[in-house]
Antibody, heavy 119, light 111 residues
């Protein structure tokens, strides 16, 4: 079965960087986009960006341009999100997700990774 | 860019019907497909409607989606409301670069 398993919670100081991983299994990793979405405490969903694991093509939301980098390691079917210049308002749960639309439509989400930015 | 505006909350009794609206601020709601995500407390989101009105397999037919060009809005209707439907619901569409745009979310409470 398809699974996305994310890395554990992180606590970072302002100005630092964080890297969150998303291990994919149960499907062809290089065949589908991986999206990243974040949710601040008590707030709504915000799209961060997407990565196509086959060619490494990336696209970022304007509000994260210059601070976020999406990468992947196809040998271990893992996608990464790195966010730099952390601020307190980056405190959020970060989700990875993949949508498979091949006639049937299925969405799969990771369990979320809490990133806390605090001095 | 455009915004998607949803009511903050709706509530209804079990067995009743609720409808959640999602109004696009600029550009036509027809321009890009609308999806609806359900997020139960403490859980990851999951899509219950895609491409305006399609249901993924496994989603009960109590969930339906529609588009109204006259009001430039999308709607999610949940009929035969059940306690398990209590969740936050987000509409989502795409901008001209196919970036995801989310509504602010609607909390559905089953009384």
């Amino acid at each position: 079965q398809v699974q996305l398993v994310q890395s554990g919670a992180e606590v970072k100081k302002p100005g630092a960087s964080v890297r969150v991983s998303c291990k994919a299994s149960g499907y062809t990793f290089t065949g589908y986009y991986i999206h990243w979405v974040r949710q601040a405490p008590g707030q709504g969903l915000q799209w961060v960006g997407r990565l196509h694991p086959n060619i490494g093509d990336t696209d970022y939301a304007q509000s994260f341009q210059g601070r976020v980098t999406l990468t992947r390691d196809t040998s271990i079917t893992t996608a990464y999100m790195e966010l730099s210049g952390l601020r307190s308002d980056d405190t959020a749960v970060y989700y990875c997700a993949t949508i498979h639309d091949n006639g049937d439509y299925d969405d799969y989400w990771g369990q979320g990774t809490l990133v806390t930015v605090s001095s | 860019n455009f915004m998607l505006t949803q009511p903050h909350s709706v509530s209804e009794s079990p067995g009743k019907t609720v409808t959640i609206s999602c109004t696009r601020s600029s550009g036509s709601i027809d321009n890009n497909f609308v999806q609806w995500c359900q997020q139960r407390p403490g859980s990851s989101p999951t899509i219950v409607i895609y491409e305006d009105s399609q249901r993924p397999s496994g989603v009960p037919d109590r969930f339906s989606g529609s588009i109204d060009s006259s009001s430039n809005s999308a709607s999610l209707t949940i009929s035969g409301l059940r306690t398990e439907d209590e969740a936050d619901y987000y509409c989502q569409s795409f901008d001209s670069n196919y970036h995801w745009v989310f509504g602010g979310g609607t909390k559905v409470t089953v009384l």
